[in-house]
């Protein structure tokens, strides 16, 4: 029996397959967006918690705010220095944070993560 | 007691300590993050283009029909095309089932002595955990591609919609994760509580299944525990694709490290272990040969060439001194 015809054509699909993010990308260096604050954001300087812990953890802070506000009726969030916020997604981070489409889904889009917060939530509309 | 699968956790443990040391206390981020990552998958393409190409090599002589149906014969027996097929049409079917569907698992018996009588009872956990084990990875493997592809194509953000249907928790939670995890503990418990199984188990077969578990669990710590930057993560395995890599500025967790270095250490143990069967299910003589060795001659591909004198050349040669001898000819 001879299939080296068959065996190789099949280690050639095999070699495209996985080396398929090489030529996807075709070899361009790619640039990470970086999120864009606004006037606002920027005077009042820090978040609800420092930036390093919002880059990485804010789901989970929306996800424990969202349980908090609708199963106990908590709306006031209280940050590690004793400062008090409104928990809401739509009145106090989108209040600075009013541009999403140079805030949120900059990054939101470069990893590919598409939350479904705006299905309810709404945002501040954005004069183009 | 089978000691293999304590030597293999061991090793785990071993190697991701190793990177969680080497990048957290001696900082050698371009080690485990470029270097081993391009070398595990270097070892992984070449190693595995050799092992097929030295299967590729050997003769098969003749087709070896372990078929489980009626082979193909006078009109009035029904024979079985997919299982023991005939035609190309046919191994193409056994092959989409085998490969895709595990048939051969699916057949798996368990043999016990029942009071006085010997019984083969089917038995299809080691199908099914083994089909949730190689669909989810394969899902979680495919939807790792958004860190190495930019722009994300929309299939894999789809795949991610479809994976994260039940919108548990933030970030939402992937079934595939779960089940991958479920999968090959389940696989590992039979090999380790089964007593029958844990006999012929060696250590071979725990390590595979304990850095698989351990990428899962690193994965898992990342995206729902301890946190890293996705962003973080996603600069420096572009820069991996597209040939410009770079450890990101302000560093990522050392726990993405050791989930990095289990991935490269499982791509270049591939070519080298059990793990081939992703390949090797593909030349599975058995399932990819037509059972048609009574139709077709099958000459055996290290016969010698034989030089042949038939009688027609025979006749030919000496056809004149035939016929002056009296001797009967085909041919006037």
């Known amino acids: 029996m001879n299939d080296r015809g068959k065996i190789i054509a099949g280690l050639i699909i095999f070699f495209a397959v996985f080396t398929f993010p090489f030529w996807y990308n075709h070899g361009a260096a790619s640039s990470v967006p970086e999120p864009k604050l606004t006037d606002k954001a920027k005077a009042a300087k820090t978040c609800v918690a420092d930036t390093q812990f919002?880059?990485?953890?804010?789901?989970?802070?929306?996800?424990?705010?969202?349980?908090?506000?609708?199963r106990e009726g908590g709306r006031v969030y209280t940050n590690e220095n004793g400062k008090e916020f409104m928990a809401s997604l739509s009145n106090t981070c989108m209040d600075c944070h009013s541009n999403k489409t140079?805030?949120?889904?900059?990054?939101?889009n470069y990893v590919s993560s598409d939350p479904y917060c705006w299905d309810c939530h709404t945002y501040p509309k954005e004069e183009k | 007691m089978n000691v293999g699968y304590l030597y293999s956790l061991l090793a785990v443990i071993v190697l991701g300590l190793i990177a969680y040391a080497g990048v957290e206390a001696a900082g050698l981020q371009w080690l485990f993050g470029i270097l081993i990552p391009y070398l595990g998958l270097t070892i992984f393409i070449a190693g595995f283009v050799y092992r097929v190409m030295d299967w590729a090599k050997s003769a098969v002589p003749f087709r070896i029909p372990t078929t489980c149906g009626q082979q193909k014969s006078l009109p009035w027996f029904?024979?079985?095309?997919?299982?023991?097929?005939?035609?190309?049409?046919?191994?193409?079917?056994?092959?989409?089932?085998?490969?895709?569907?595990?048939?051969s698992l699916f057949r798996n018996t368990r043999v016990e002595i029942r009071g006085e009588r010997l019984s083969y009872k089917w038995v299809i956990w080691l199908w099914l955990f083994a089909l949730m084990f190689h669909y989810s990875f394969l899902i979680v493997v495919i939807r790792h591609l958004r860190f190495f592809l930019e722009p994300v194509p929309w299939v894999i953000t789809l795949l991610e919609k479809a994976?994260?249907?039940?919108?548990?928790?933030?970030?939402?939670?992937?079934?595939?994760?779960?089940?991958?995890?479920?999968?090959?503990?389940?696989?590992?418990?039979?090999?380790?509580?089964?007593?029958?199984i844990n006999y012929i188990s060696l250590a071979a077969d725990y390590f595979p299944l304990l850095l698989i578990i351990g990428i899962a669990i690193t994965g898992i710590m990342m995206r729902y525990f301890t946190k890293v930057d996705v962003l973080k993560v996603k600069e420096l395995t572009m820069g991996l694709a597209?040939?410009?890599?770079?450890?990101?500025?302000?560093g990522i967790s050392g726990l993405f490290y050791v989930h990095l270095f289990f991935v490269s250490i499982l791509l270049a143990y591939i070519p080298f272990s059990k793990l081939m069967h992703m390949g090797g299910?593909?030349?599975?003589?058995?399932?990819?040969?037509a059972n048609n060795n009574r139709r077709i001659r099958h000459i055996n591909p290290w016969n010698h060439p034989v030089k042949v004198h038939t009688y027609e050349e025979y006749e030919d040669e000496f056809r004149e001194k035939m016929i002056e001898a009296g001797l009967p000819v085909e041919k006037e």
């Not at chain 1, 919002?54 to 609708?70: G, I, P, Q, S």
């Not at chain 2, 023991?84 to 595990?102: K, Q, S, Y």
């Not at chain 2, 994260?164 to 933030?170: D, I, K, P």
Request: aromatic letters at 8%; glycine letters at 6%.
């Open chain 2, 281 to 289: 299910v593909f030349l599975s003589p058995t399932r990819n040969l």
């Open chain 2, 78 to 103: 029904t024979p079985n095309r997919i299982d023991n097929p005939a035609t190309t049409l046919g191994v193409i079917v056994r092959m989409f089932f085998e490969i895709l569907l595990f048939r």
């Open chain 1, 54 to 70: 919002m880059r990485t953890e804010h789901m989970k802070l929306l996800d424990a705010w969202r349980d908090t506000v609708v």
């Open chain 2, 163 to 196: 994976d994260g249907v039940l919108q548990v928790g933030l970030p939402i939670l992937y079934i595939s994760g779960v089940t991958l995890l479920l999968g090959a503990t389940l696989l590992l418990l039979r090999r380790v509580l089964i007593p029958r």
């Open chain 2, 242 to 250: 597209t040939f410009h890599p770079a450890i990101p500025e302000g």
């Open chain 1, 102 to 108: 140079e805030f949120c889904d900059r990054c939101h």
